[in-house]
């Protein structure tokens, strides 16, 4: 299989919009197990030591020891059958090095539950260069405004009629990183570095104000 080459190179405290599909749009996450696998992946692979998963299988994540890290997370979303990264590259090659870690050791998790053979993945993760502060500022309302197209795929088109329950049930999706940028504490929140990011949200008012203001957008585009 031929890759068309990237048009920049990943480079050390550069941002980037990082994702991957299922190979043929295949659904990569088929339960809770799954996405929790993959989450516990993002903070495991985060390391340039290698990963020997069995190792560490019932640990919580503030009891792994990783040394230092390859990447800065920002955001995250786990969708059906692709997902979104926000990363910030902390050393050269970082990101190659991190995803690569990641697609590898997930693909052999879900290869082996499945009992199936063969990428898992549509070929090499796709990137885009963050190259603007409005641009890294709407990758956090893109990133997580995502699992709405689960409860009305056609939103963006449409419009939202109904806040209340959009926001509802991003509060409730357990599969990104929108829990921790609205107060609630769980364990998944050491998968974040937001200090290395821009603080564009001093509260969670603030995020959840950025949230809203995107779920009006297709609305108010129509007029």
């Not at 903070?43 to 994540?61: D, E, H, M, R, W």
């Not at 910030?88 to 995803?99: A, L, M, P």
Request: with cysteine.
């Amino acid at each position: 299989m031929v890759y068309m080459e990237r048009k920049f190179k990943f480079a050390p405290d550069e941002f980037y919009h990082v994702y991957n599909r299922g190979n043929n749009k295949s659904v990569i996450f088929l339960s809770a197990a799954d996405h929790k696998r993959f989450q516990k992946l993002l903070y495991v692979c985060n390391s340039a030591k290698p990963v020997v998963f069995k190792t560490i299988q019932g640990l919580p994540l503030d009891k792994i020891e990783r040394g230092e890290t390859l990447v800065d997370i920002g955001a995250y979303c786990l969708m059906p059958n692709h997902f979104h990264l926000l990363l910030r590259e902390k050393t050269d090659g970082g990101i190659s090095q991190f995803v690569e870690k990641l697609s590898t050791g997930y693909s052999m998790y879900f290869n082996k539950k499945s009992n199936r053979t063969g990428a898992l993945f549509e070929g090499r993760f796709k990137a885009k260069h963050v190259d603007s502060d409005e641009y890294l500022k709407y990758l956090f309302a893109y990133i997580h405004l995502n699992p709405v197209k689960i409860i009305d795929p056609k939103w963006k088109e449409n419009g939202i009629e109904d806040h209340i329950a959009a926001k509802e049930f991003l509060a409730t999706y357990l599969y990104s990183s929108y829990a921790d940028y609205t107060g609630q504490s769980r364990r998944e929140d050491l998968i974040l570095k937001k200090d290395s990011f821009p603080e564009y949200f001093k509260t969670s008012f603030e995020f959840e104000q950025l949230i809203d203001d995107w779920l009006d957008y297709p609305r108010a585009a129509l007029g």
